[in-house]
């Protein structure tokens, strides 16, 4: 299957509210300019310097997302090229995303991540701590929290991640509830749960594998 009918499938697919995001790390230039053509209006990349590296030849044809694992040391890179971070877990990375955007004039639009299997190994806020981290986002000038994110469980069975992706819509409901409809995105589901994501709720799904074909092993 071409990347373009896979595109094709999925948007006819997924309801019209539901953004396709593509997971593009790995994935060459061509590859995603062929994604973009198909009707991708956002991407997702996991490390700075392959954005940076693609950047140039792709540009503002398509919104940029960091979705990848958030380090102090490369956030004002991040702040340079991306539209989006989906991954803020802790308050020293967003005063960090907020001064450094502070420095461009510019408000960057963030989302928490959520740990919702409360894997110790993993990035993400625990679910009961989202609401602390939400209000500390909150007093921040140049960043703006616009939802919640989660990756979930690796699962053998897809239909297990459900109770994660429950999970994290309940903190999605909590902060649209106090904080209002700025908060405005969920984002979960990859290539084997999205169908599930989008039944739990999710706006924004995230997909690699069911676009690109299968990664070289790493990722
Ligand atoms: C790679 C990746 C995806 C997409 O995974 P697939 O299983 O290939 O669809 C989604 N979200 C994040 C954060 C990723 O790193």
Avoid at 12 to 17: A, D, F, G, Q
Avoid at 59 to 66: A, I, P, S
Avoid at 102 to 131: D, F, H, L
Wanted: net charge positive; charged share 30%.
């Amino acid at each position: 299957m071409s990347i373009t009918s896979n595109i094709r499938r999925i948007l006819s697919e997924i309801p019209p509210h539901v953004t396709l995001l593509g997971a593009t790390k790995g994935r060459s230039v061509e590859e995603i300019m062929e994604a973009i053509n198909a009707g991708v209006k956002v991407i997702g990349e996991n490390y700075v310097q392959e954005a940076l590296e693609k950047y140039p030849s792709i540009g503002k044809k398509v919104e940029w997302h960091f979705i990848g694992h958030l380090q102090r040391n490369k956030v004002k890179k991040i702040c340079e090229i991306f539209d989006v971070v989906e991954t803020v877990d802790s308050e020293v990375i967003a005063k960090e995303i907020d001064r450094r955007c502070g420095v461009r004039n510019k408000v960057m639009p963030v989302m928490i991540e959520i740990n919702s299997a409360k894997e110790p190994q993993k990035s993400g806020v625990y679910p009961e701590k989202a609401m602390e981290l939400a209000r500390k986002i909150l007093e921040l000038k140049n960043i703006k929290l616009i939802g919640v994110m989660t990756m979930g469980p690796v699962v053998e069975n897809p239909e297990d991640i459900r109770p994660y992706f429950r999970i994290t819509k309940r903190v999605y409901d909590e902060l649209r509830i106090k904080f209002g409809k700025e908060i405005r995105y969920l984002s979960m589901g990859m290539s084997s749960s999205y169908r599930i994501a989008i039944e739990e709720g999710a706006n924004i799904i995230r997909i690699g594998t069911a676009i690109f074909g299968p990664r070289e092993k790493k990722n």
